[in-house]
């Protein structure tokens, strides 16, 4: 059986790149609600803050760990597997690749360890500031890598010399025309994915009876950031999607199975695209919605596939992984929003608004995969948009290696994310009392989260 060279690289970048992903949506957000914890036992001298923090700061280094990991071999990859994209591109995407780590990479490993260790060797505002800190160069390694990736969905601010790409304005690679628009949609997933995760463990610990005080006010406010979040995503995605018809109507073409190209574009629900027929079967459409949507406009004009022909993405990946994208989106906005209305007007969530949370305790990374295979295969045929086509930069390496590496990719990363999520649920079944010990802390009383409590290592 032979399998193509081709196919498989980007099996293999695909799985990689899918992999790592995971870890630095949930760092970059989580980042910040530590942040939020931390202040808010700067101000009030509450010692349950100090606890929540001292939980997920532990759940935060063990990710970050995995991130950093995993995002050393989907780097190589860029060497290993696709040279020619080098070979071309390089000068824009090494330097970019370079500012990630110069800048945020280097930011992060500096302060991390003050934020890890040092709560007893320096004071609170210092321990405060270095929490801020990792926070930023998360953020910043998130600016630099969108950068990029942007830049590759609509590059802009360069110019040809001797076959190769040579910046002409740093300014326009960087702030390239999506660039603004995939950073916030990415940012408020980020925080989306942490949202839910918080929410989710906290959740699974009140279902298990270990819960506390400390429980009840990280809930709290990961499922109002959730509710208040989720709108604010969908008025983002809307300006992307604008974005996206005006430099990318292909991509748009397929994620709504537009064939032909006509004004008051109807909505397509569900169906089966067929790209051998060009048209998309069993279909549930709802007139005028897609221009509605796409245009606001009801007699908008949406470009169809049938304009792109041979120039399009693959179709029924783009659809399907849209919709899954939304359908997860939605059912966030429901289950945030009947909790935080329950929080709101009974002061507590029902069992099964715990069981709903502790159910979407991941849908962040459902969500986050789904649109970046909306955006990374709604870019195909291109590694460049419009300009380098993925097959003519991949290596050519033979199969057989490939397909090994392929396998061992996928060994070591099911090992490592089924070790990962039980790492989690571990800390997170255990009581209270357990988990202060681990903390270094000491907590007299009846209930391990009732009363106040001081670092073993002050008195």
Known sequence: MEFDPFLLSRIQFALNISFHILFPTITIGLAYFIIYFRVRFTLTRDPHWEFIYAFWVKVFALTFALGVVTGIVMSFQFGTNWPGFMEQAGNIAGPLLGYEVLTAFFLEASFLGIMLFGKSRVSNKLHLISTMVVALGTTLSAFWI??????????????????????????????????????????????????????????????????????????????????????????????????????????????????????????????????????????????????????????????????????????????????????VGMLMLLVSWVCAWQLWRRERINKWGLRALFG?????????????????????????????????????????????????????????????????????????QSLLHMHNYDLPGKHPEDRAYTPNNSK
């Open 146 to 327: 969108l950068s990029l990736n942007s830049w590759m969905q609509t590059p802009a601010g360069f110019m040809y010399e001797n076959g190769e790409m040579i910046v002409d304005s740093w300014f326009e690679v960087i702030f390239n025309p999506s660039f603004p628009y995939r950073f916030a949609h990415m940012m408020v997933a980020c925080l989306l994915t942490a949202s839910f995760l918080v929410a989710g463990v906290s959740a699974w610990r009140t279902l298990r009876g270990v819960d506390g005080p400390a429980t009840a006010k990280v809930m709290r406010v990961a499922v109002f950031a959730a509710a208040i979040l989720i709108p604010t995503q969908i008025f983002i995605g809307d300006l992307h999607g604008l974005n996206t018809l005006e430099h990318q109507p292909a991509k748009v073409a397929a994620m709504e199975g537009v064939w032909e190209t006509e004004k008051g574009a109807p909505l397509t629900l569900f169906g089966f695209p067929d790209e051998e027929t060009r048209s998309t079967r069993a279909a549930i459409k709802i007139p005028k919605l897609a221009s509605l949507i796409l245009t606001h406009d009801l007699d908008g004009e949406v470009r169809g596939l049938n304009e792109f022909v041979g120039e399009h993405p693959p179709v029924a990946p783009v659809f399907w992984s849209f919709r899954v994208m939304v359908g």
């Open 360 to 432: 979407m305790t991941f849908s962040g990374w459902i969500a986050v995969l789904a649109g970046w295979y909306v955006t990374e295969i709604g870019r195909q045929p291109w590694i460049v948009s419009g300009l380098i086509k993925t097959a003519d930069v991949v290596a050519d390496h033979p199969p057989g290696i490939l397909l090994t590496t392929l396998v061992a990719y996928f060994t070591m990363y099911s090992f490592l994310m089924v070790s990962y999520i039980g790492a989690v649920f571990y800390l997170s079944s255990k009581p209270a």
